[in-house]
Nanobody
């Protein structure tokens, strides 16, 4: 069963950029697609970005398409989400997990707050 530790969140102004990271362990990292999800206040957790095992293809939710970029480093067991042109509605706790079927366990996430 995989384990994930997210980091890099913080407070950023609207229009700003931020990169969050995730370190994975407990499974063969390069065998799995990976994903980023987020949970905004009062809302369900949603899938926002996914990447295949060797980074050959990507998938984005309409709400982040053109602004966010998912990437991975199979040598470091890390997943990244570069977030640009941030909006207040991007405020959420961000999580990573496997894709297309997430593992049962989730990390604690990293809080991203977009506010002036």
């Amino acid at each position: 069963q995989g384990q994930f530790v997210e980091s890099g969140g913080g407070l950023v102004q609207p229009g700003g950029s931020l990169r969050v990271s995730c370190t994975a362990s407990g499974f063969t990292f390069s065998d799995f697609g990976l994903s980023w999800h987020r949970r905004a206040p009062g809302k369900d957790r949603e899938l926002i970005a996914a990447i295949t095992a060797f980074g050959a293809a990507w998938k984005y939710a309409d709400s982040v398409k053109g602004r966010f970029v998912i990437s991975r480093d199979n040598s470091e067991n890390k997943i990244y989400l570069q977030m640009n042109s941030l909006k207040p509605e991007d405020t959420a706790v961000y999580y990573c997990n496997a894709y297309p079927i997430p593992f049962h366990s989730w990390g604690q996430g990293t809080q991203v707050t977009v506010s002036s």
